[in-house]
């Protein structure tokens, strides 16, 4: 029940596309959703995040899409450009009365935007 | 400029050996996390520590130890009991108090190789 699934495990996308991966859970105590981004030989960096109090949360061409009843959530990348080819990973956590629990990671997605 | 600094970058261990990662933070983070990584595993969690002098087992902490002496510091020990220790290492930090929301902030990662 603590687990994020993550898919697709790769993704190849065309210059100026929509990139979309996808996440599930079971645990609806999770509260907390982000999204990092993770280039090679680097560590992950924060991309967006997300509370389940709303639907969808916009940062400039990344789009987080959440669906509370059916415990799913997405990342979109608008118009992906070759300089967002990385490995992107899905996370979630639980809040235990005002203090946020580990995250819990997906196993990642290798994205390649092809030129 | 605050971050996380691992060293080294590279690292290479003979069998038998113990060998042990430097973790170093000035963010005034009072969560640390030590996370491995194996192609197409995601991140798998080590240790964490919430507290200095404090520390909790993750999900494949055998054959590892860790020490939280000082609030910026929150070395690892590769031990030789731990068989297949070849991967990418990296070090995470987190405010750790009531509704954060601001996730972790990664190293750049210690990549150990056995020779």
């Known amino acids: 029940q603590q687990q994020v699934k993550q898919s697709p495990q790769s993704l190849i996308v065309q210059k100026g596309g929509i990139s979309i991966i996808n996440c599930a859970y079971e645990n609806t105590a999770f509260d907390y959703f982000p999204w990092y981004q993770q280039f090679p030989g680097k560590g992950p960096a924060l991309l967006i995040a997300i509370r389940p109090d709303v639907s969808e949360k916009k940062e400039g061409r990344f789009t987080i899409s959440f669906n509370k009843s059916a415990k799913q959530f997405s990342l979109h990348i608008m118009d992906s450009q070759p300089g967002d080819s990385a490995t992107y990973f899905c996370?979630?956590?639980?809040?235990?009365?005002?203090?946020?629990?580990?995250?819990?990671f997906g196993k990642g997605t290798k994205l390649s935007v092809k030129p | 400029d605050g971050g996380i600094t691992q060293s080294p970058k590279y690292l290479f261990r003979k069998e038998g050996q113990n060998v042990t990662l430097s973790c170093e933070q000035n963010?005034?983070?009072?969560?640390m996390y030590w996370y491995r990584q194996d192609p197409g595993q995601g991140l798998r969690l080590i240790y964490y520590?919430?507290?200095?002098?404090?520390?909790q087992k993750g999900d494949i902490a055998e054959g590892y130890s860790v020490s939280r002496e000082k609030k910026e510091s929150f070395p690892l020990t590769v031990t030789s009991a731990q068989k297949n220790p070849t991967a990418f290492y990296l070090c995470a930090s987190s405010i750790s108090t009531a509704g954060s929301v601001y996730g972790y902030t990664f190293g750049s990662g210690t990549r150990l190789t056995v020779v």
């Open positions: 520590s919430q507290i200095v002098n404090d520390f």
């Open positions: 996370a979630a956590s639980v809040n235990y009365g005002g203090s946020q629990g580990n995250l819990i």
């Open positions: 963010l005034n983070h009072d969560a």
